[in-house]
T-cell receptor, first 114, second 113 residues
Framework: AQSVAQPEDQVNVAEGNPLTVKCTYSVSGNPYLFWYVQYPNRGLQFLLKYITGDNLVKGSYGFEAEFNKSQTSFHLKKPSALVSDSALYFCAVRDRSGTYKYIFGTGTRLKVLA | NAGVTQTPKFRVLKTGQSMTLLCAQDMNHEYMYWYRQDPGMGLRLIHYSVGEGTTAKGEVPDGYNVSRLKKQNFLLGLESAAPSQTSVYFC????????????FGSGTRLTVV
């Protein structure tokens, strides 16, 4: 069965420090991988995606994610966290079989402390 | 740029009442989706549509119906609301099958008492 795991419910990081939000997946074949961010009372916003190519993907707001096929991971990273990065982050995966739907992780709440 | 618009934003229903949630997108996207978001469970797909006049079931379709009579609109109906349907509902749309990512609406917070 396909699945996405975000092992941390919450990540706390000091402003200015690097941050990592973890995501691992179990999908047959080579999936499409995504990160979305959700601010309070808002819908999810697309951050970045991995389709193919370079394992390090750059996205919006200075975020990047590293695809690791052997570890089936797609961790979200940022070199220097901002208080405004505090939000709920979702990892999502879509297989290439044409099922037309994503599988979302349960979300990780990022709290950046001033 | 309106993107994806959901109405209403908030609603309180009594058990057994019915209602329709409206999703409208102005991006000419073929694919549209309804998700529910519950604490600790992420987003779960209720129904989706791959084009005007088509609908299909997602992970948790029971108790919901949908219609896509026009390309830009995707309606989610609750015929007889139950407390278990208390949730935040998100509509999303995508160009083609979503390899470029989804665009989400801002959500509808539904409480069934």
């Amino acid at each position: 069965a396909q699945s996405v795991a975000q092992p941390e419910d919450q990540v706390n990081v000091a402003e200015g420090n690097p941050l990592t939000v973890k995501c691992t997946y179990s999908v047959s074949g080579n999936p499409y991988l995504f990160w979305y961010v959700q601010y309070p009372n808002r819908g999810l916003q697309f951050l970045l995606k991995y389709i193919t190519g370079d394992n390090l993907v750059k996205g919006s707001y200075g975020f990047e994610a590293e695809f690791n096929k052997s570890q089936t991971s797609f961790h979200l990273k940022k070199p220097s966290a901002l208080v405004s990065d505090s939000a709920l982050y979702f990892c999502a995966v879509r297989d290439r079989s044409g099922t037309y739907k994503y599988i979302f992780g349960t979300g990780t709440r990022l709290k950046v402390l001033a | 740029n309106a993107g994806v618009t959901q109405t209403p934003k908030f609603r309180v229903l009594k058990t057994g009442q019915s209602m329709t949630l409206l999703c409208a997108q102005d991006m000419n996207h073929e694919y549209m989706y309804w998700y529910r978001q519950d604490p600790g469970m992420g987003l779960r797909l209720i129904h989706y549509s791959v084009g005007e006049g088509t609908t299909a079931k997602g992970e948790v379709p029971d108790g919901y119906n949908v219609s896509r009579l026009k390309k830009q609109n995707f309606l989610l109906g609750l015929e007889s609301a139950a407390p278990s349907q208390t949730s935040v509902y998100f509509c999303a749309s995508s160009y083609s099958e979503g390899a470029r990512g989804y665009t989400f609406g801002s959500g509808t917070r539904l409480t069934v008492v």
